[in-house]
């Protein structure tokens, strides 16, 4: 079993920073780690893709330039830093693995581990 754990949520002003984590009871052959994001009313939309086998990222284009995801191979933890966050960044975010070798883009139907979720406030 896989179990995926998300914290660093919280609310900041327009143009501030926030770094997620989420940690991982263990990846196996989930190599494919993403982080989603739902806004209320709204369809949970992919941010950010990390295969971290060979470090392949993939951002979407509302995200790119201002988050960034990374692996700790030590702690075994996939983050995401935020810097100068908009008020339509506000969402639940949550941390999702899958095991396909593709790592990029896709909808959150294909994965199959997700985290409980952490929330994300930016006022302006």
């Known amino acids: 079993l896989v179990q995926l754990v998300e914290s660093g949520g919280g609310s900041v002003q327009a143009g501030g920073t926030l770094r997620l984590s989420c940690a991982a009871s263990?990846?196996?052959?989930?190599?494919?780690m993403a982080w989603f994001r739902q806004a209320p009313g709204k369809e949970r939309e992919g941010v950010a893709y990390?295969?971290?086998?060979?470090?392949?990222?993939y951002y979407a284009d509302s995200v790119k330039g201002r988050f960034t995801i990374s692996h700790d191979n030590v702690k075994d933890i996939v983050s995401l830093e935020m810097h100068d966050l908009m008020p339509e960044d506000t969402a639940m975010y949550y941390c999702?693995?899958?095991?396909?070798?593709?790592?990029?883009?896709?909808?959150?139907?294909?994965?199959?581990?997700w985290g409980q979720g952490t929330q994300v406030t930016v006022s302006s």
């Open positions: 990390l295969e971290i086998t060979d470090g392949t990222s």
């Open positions: 999702a693995a899958r095991s396909a070798r593709w790592c990029g883009g896709e909808t959150y139907r294909l994965f199959f581990h």
């Open positions: 263990e990846y196996g052959y989930n190599t494919c």
